[in-house]
T-cell receptor
Framework: GAVVSQHPSWVICKSGTSVKIECRSL??????MFWYRQFPKQSLMLMAT?????????EQGVEKDKFLINHASLTLSTLTVTSAHPEDSSFYIC??????????FGPGTRLTVT | GENVEQHPSTLSVQEGDSAVIKCTYS??????FPWYKQELGKRPQLIID?????GEKKDQRIAVTLNKTAKHFSLHITETQPEDSAVYFC???????????FGSGTRLQVQP
């Protein structure tokens, strides 16, 4: 149990375009999902908390108009990187909370902006 | 907010030896402390966790200890094997809606 999927696993896009990343909880319902980004050889940095049916809560320094998060159902959250630039290239990972605190991670999406 | 510090950043041990990774946290409201293992290019995998109502938890070769007074917790891996080589992250948070705060990671290398 507690399987989280993420799609796509790898994407290359041109500067100025938008990219949508999906995060799904496959065998449980997640009222709260989290989006992280991870640069090479660095730790996971929380970008935002995605709450089903309400607006996401963004961490300080994360542009909410650039990183659009939608949590339309209890099993799906999406992150859209709008007007992507090369500096947005990173590993984006979602996680879903299970029970009393446990978080399980999706496989991650490697975004490369050219 | 929570601040989690992790040491060392790199750790090299011989196969069969023990490895210890230490973390400290700042927020006394945190009550949940998981440890994740991340292999290159892959997702973090939860390997063990501990809650603030216990001081120690063990799962085969892996154990975690928690000292609430000092606000630090540690991961202990005994009888290390080459497949234990990975980056390990500690994290702290609560069991409510708050997200986890991750440490900076420890790159463990087990020499055969």
């Amino acid at each position: 149990g507690a399987v989280v999927s993420q799609h796509p696993s790898w994407v290359i896009c041109k500067s100025g375009t938008s990219v949508k990343i999906e995060c799904r909880s496959l065998d449980f319902q997640a009222t709260t999902m989290f989006w992280y980004r991870q640069f090479p050889k660095q730790s996971l940095m929380l970008m935002a908390t995605s709450n089903e049916g309400s607006k996401a809560t963004y961490e300080q320094g994360v542009e909410k108009d650039k990183f659009l998060i939608n949590h339309a159902s209890l099993t799906l959250s999406t992150l859209t990187v709008t007007s992507a630039h090369p500096e947005d290239s990173s590993f984006y990972i979602c996680s879903a909370r299970v029970g009393a605190g446990e978080q399980y991670f999706g496989p991650g999406t490697r975004l490369t902006v050219t | 907010g929570e601040n989690v510090e992790q040491h060392p950043s790199t750790l090299s041990v011989q196969e069969g030896d023990s490895a210890v990774i230490k973390c400290t946290y700042s927020d006394s409201a945190s009550n949940y402390f998981p440890w994740y293992k991340q292999e290159l290019g892959k997702r973090p995998q939860l390997i063990i966790d501990i809650r603030s109502n216990v001081g120690e938890k063990k799962d085969q070769r892996i154990a975690v200890t928690l000292n609430k007074t000092a606000k630090h917790f540690s991961l202990h891996i005994t009888e290390t094997q080459p497949e234990d080589s990975a980056v390990y992250f500690c994290a702290g948070g609560d069991t409510g809606r708050r997200a986890l705060t991750f440490g900076s990671g420890t790159r463990l290398q087990v020499q055969p």
